[in-house]
């Protein structure tokens, strides 16, 4: 992005038409590590690549549960990602202890929008820095939505937030047809496929059962589940012996536990900061705490 | 707590003070005095209109006491929380089958009895608490944290309490079985085995004889077994239904053990 004498105030248009605040909000979005949604006639399932702030540290949190109903996957600033999930638990019990039903996903995520387009309008506040995908299941079946810092939110059927993103919408776009009448193990395959792509690109960086986390939320009673560490192996095993949809390394042998840090090209979503850093070469066993 | 005040059929609890009559009750009582005047029920819920001393006058009665006996008794390794099922006011019964339990955790069951209201916004409150809790800690809430966090969810309605008298019961971090008894502003203790509710005096001796072995001297204290405590608690509701106008009809029974809660129910006398 460039710097222009239009994007200082938040409340200041550009001549555009555009407000730069918020566009570079969204980029802060864009510098989170990926987030994958997909949607089925009957499940939701969100699979997240986990960042590591260094090789000391253990992982950032990609999903939050909210409620029995909806979990989210985030991308952007983690500490924005925690006032949102604050606020979405506290929504989605006040509307249980309201009305005494789980409250309708759509509803929730117009609430979310609404507080995202407050800090757009306001001279005091910036932008919420993090990009949500909402998976939940209510009266009306699955969903999965997307807020942005814009306060814009949309229902898709398969979604892509997050660094290299591109490449995995690129996959889903040629495969969401499939989804709608896909069984849940097919479901979370081509969620944890399509978030392959936005690893492929890197030589050194590959899905491991400690950078992987998925959530499965579903219509036939199961409720809401989270998968980390162990339990997503099965899902990367799948990947090398799936044909790959772009041409990327299939280093085999290498499982899990030589897991090496996920290069970042982009900025560490953890430190909270959007600033453009160099790559940062991580080499060497990242025997990190999940 | 006056009990036996609360007993007679259009009995007034008054929650507040009555202004501006003659010898009112100076500070907060819940419960009638015996030897004041009785007031006439009046068409409205909760509005009391008083003839007896001085001008007519009106009061918000803002308690009605619901009646049901609930009560916990904890043994080796696990605790029985168990609960009648009528609800009473005056001398109608309105429904024979409302639950006054919450299961908490799979280790912490809450029975409560009193006014049925306040029973159901507390454990309204309470249900959104223990998700809070287990969203922000990653774990289930153990049983002494719940104690704890009853009391001070009853402690701040000191001056407009919840007219719930809760008994908890369930398994400690140790495995252990306990039981807490509380009043309507969440002063508790944790116990062996009590009793709350209108068949309170009738129930809480035989407890405290036969599950503490108290007022028996010479006598081996022994554990009872879950099976024999149940045993006991039914023999209790069915002498309780008995005399107390207000404990029948059903009897919800929640077994708390490490391998969680297993509920059963039996029938109590419909009259």
Same mark, same amino acid.
């Given at each position: 992005?460039?710097?222009?004498?239009?994007d200082?105030?938040?409340?200041?248009?550009?001549?555009?038409?555009r407000?730069?605040?918020v566009?570079?909000?969204m980029?802060?979005v /864009?510098?989170?590590?990926?987030?994958?949604?997909?949607?089925?006639?009957t499940?939701?399932?969100?699979?997240?690549? /986990?960042?590591?702030?260094?090789? @000391?540290?253990?992982?950032?949190?990609k999903l939050f549960?909210?409620?029995?109903?909806?979990?989210?996957a985030?991308?952007?600033?983690?500490?924005?990602?925690?006032?949102?999930?604050?606020?979405?638990?506290?929504?989605?019990?006040?509307?249980?202890f309201?009305?005494?039903?789980?409250?309708?996903?759509?509803?929730?995520? @117009?609430?979310?929008?609404?507080?995202?387009?407050?800090?757009?309008?306001?001279?005091? /506040?910036r932008?919420?820095?993090?990009?949500?995908?909402?998976?939940?299941?209510?009266e009306?079946?699955?969903?999965?939505?997307?807020?942005?810092p814009?306060g814009?939110?949309?229902?898709?059927?398969a979604?892509?937030i997050?660094?290299?993103s591109?490449?995995? /919408?690129?996959?889903l776009?040629?495969t969401?047809?499939?989804?709608?009448?896909a069984?849940?193990?097919?479901?979370?395959?081509?969620a944890?496929?399509?978030?392959?792509?936005?690893?492929?690109?890197s030589?050194?960086?590959?899905l491991?059962?400690?950078?992987?986390?998925?959530?499965?939320?579903?219509?036939?009673g199961?409720?809401?589940?989270?998968?980390? &560490?162990?339990?997503?192996?099965?899902?990367?095993?799948?990947?090398?012996?799936?044909?790959p949809?772009?041409?990327d390394?299939e280093?085999?042998?290498?499982?899990? &536990?030589?897991?090496?840090?996920?290069?970042?090209?982009?900025?560490?979503?953890?430190a909270?900061?959007?600033?453009p850093?160099a790559?940062?070469?991580?080499?060497?066993?990242?025997d990190?705490?999940? | 707590?006056?009990?036996?005040?609360l007993?007679?059929?259009?009995?007034?609890?008054s929650?507040?003070?009555?202004a501006?009559t003659?010898?009112?009750?100076?500070?907060?009582?819940?419960?009638?005095?015996?030897?004041?005047?009785?007031?006439?029920?009046?068409?409205?819920?909760?509005?009391?209109?008083?003839?007896?001393?001085?001008?007519l006058?009106r009061?918000f009665?803002?308690y009605q006491?619901?009646?049901?006996?609930?009560l916990?008794?904890?043994?080796?390794?696990?605790?029985v929380?168990a609960?009648d099922?009528?609800?009473?006011?005056?001398?109608?019964?309105?429904?024979r089958?409302?639950?006054?339990i919450?299961k908490?955790?799979?280790k912490?069951v809450?029975?409560?009895?009193g006014?049925?209201?306040?029973?159901? $916004?507390?454990?309204?409150t309470l249900?959104m608490?223990?998700?809070?809790?287990?969203?922000?800690?990653q774990?289930?809430?153990?049983?002494t944290?719940?104690?704890q966090?009853?009391?001070?969810?009853l402690y701040?309605?000191?001056?407009?309490?919840?007219? $719930?008298?809760?008994?908890?019961g369930?398994?400690?971090?140790?495995?252990e079985?306990?039981?807490?008894?509380?009043?309507a502003?969440?002063?508790?203790?944790?116990?062996?085995?009590?009793?709350?509710?209108?068949?309170?005096?009738?129930?809480?001796?035989?407890?405290?004889?036969?599950?503490?072995?108290?007022?028996?001297?010479?006598a081996?204290?022994v554990?009872?077994s879950l099976?024999?405590?149940?045993?006991?608690?039914?023999?209790?509701?069915?002498?309780?239904?008995?005399?107390d106008?207000? $404990?029948?009809?059903?009897v919800?029974?929640?077994?708390?053990?490490?391998?969680?809660?297993?509920?059963?129910?039996?029938?109590?006398?419909?009259d």
């Amino acid at each position: 992005m460039f710097r222009n004498q239009y994007d200082t105030d938040i409340t200041t248009y550009s001549p555009q038409g555009r407000l730069h605040q918020v566009e570079y909000a969204m980029e802060a979005v /864009k510098q989170g590590s990926a987030s994958v949604g997909v949607r089925s006639k009957t499940h939701v399932v969100l699979a997240t690549l /986990k960042r590591f702030a260094s090789e @000391l540290s253990g992982d950032q949190k990609k999903l939050f549960a909210i409620d029995d109903h909806v979990v989210i996957a985030i991308s952007g600033l983690t500490a924005d990602a925690r006032v949102l999930s604050r606020y979405m638990r506290t929504e989605t019990q006040h509307h249980k202890f309201m009305y005494d039903e789980p409250m309708p996903v759509g509803r929730l995520v @117009l609430q979310v929008a609404d507080k995202c387009q407050i800090s757009t309008q306001r001279a005091s /506040k910036r932008p919420f820095g993090v990009g949500l995908l909402v998976a939940g299941v209510d009266e009306n079946g699955p969903h999965l939505y997307q807020t942005c810092p814009s306060g814009n939110y949309f229902e898709y059927l398969a979604m892509a937030i997050g660094a290299r993103s591109q490449s995995a /919408k690129t996959y889903l776009e040629r495969t969401y047809t499939t989804l709608a009448e896909a069984g849940v193990e097919e479901l979370i395959q081509s969620a944890v496929t399509a978030l392959r792509e936005t690893v492929a690109s890197s030589k050194d960086t590959e899905l491991t059962t400690k950078n992987t986390a998925i959530a499965i939320v579903g219509t036939d009673g199961s409720g809401m589940r989270v998968l980390e &560490n162990a339990a997503v192996q099965p899902y990367i095993d799948a990947l090398d012996a799936a044909s790959p949809a772009s041409d990327d390394e299939e280093e085999d042998g290498d499982g899990d &536990n030589a897991a090496a840090a996920p290069a970042a090209a982009a900025p560490d979503a953890a430190a909270g900061e959007a600033a453009p850093a160099a790559d940062a070469p991580a080499e060497g066993p990242a025997d990190m705490q999940t | 707590m006056d009990a036996l005040g609360l007993l007679r059929p259009g009995a007034s609890v008054s929650g507040l003070p009555a202004a501006h009559t003659p010898g009112a009750a100076t500070g907060f009582a819940l419960g009638d005095h015996a030897g004041r005047a009785q007031a006439a029920p009046a068409a409205e819920p909760g509005v009391v209109a008083s003839t007896a001393s001085g001008p007519l006058q009106r009061r918000f009665q803002p308690y009605q006491n619901n009646g049901g006996t609930v009560l916990a008794v904890a043994g080796k390794g696990f605790c029985v929380v168990a609960s009648d099922t009528r609800l009473g006011l005056g001398y109608s019964i309105p429904s024979r089958k409302v639950s006054r339990i919450l299961k908490m955790t799979d280790k912490v069951v809450l029975a409560s009895s009193g006014m049925q209201a306040d029973m159901l $916004t507390l454990h309204k409150t309470l249900r959104m608490r223990l998700v809070q809790y287990q969203q922000t800690h990653q774990k289930h809430m153990s049983l002494t944290a719940a104690s704890q966090m009853l009391s001070n969810m009853l402690y701040t309605r000191r001056f407009f309490p919840y007219y $719930t008298f809760n008994v908890l019961g369930g398994i400690d971090e140790n495995g252990e079985g306990w039981a807490y008894g509380y009043d309507a502003i969440g002063s508790h203790e944790k116990v062996s085995a009590v009793c709350s509710g209108t068949g309170q005096t009738l129930i809480q001796p035989v407890l405290d004889n036969q599950i503490e072995f108290k007022q028996q001297w010479g006598a081996p204290k022994v554990d009872l077994s879950l099976e024999a405590t149940v045993e006991l608690i039914r023999d209790a509701f069915t002498s309780a239904g008995e005399r107390d106008i207000y $404990t029948g009809d059903f009897v919800e029974i929640c077994k708390i053990t490490k391998d969680g809660v297993d509920v059963e129910e039996f029938q109590l006398k419909l009259d």
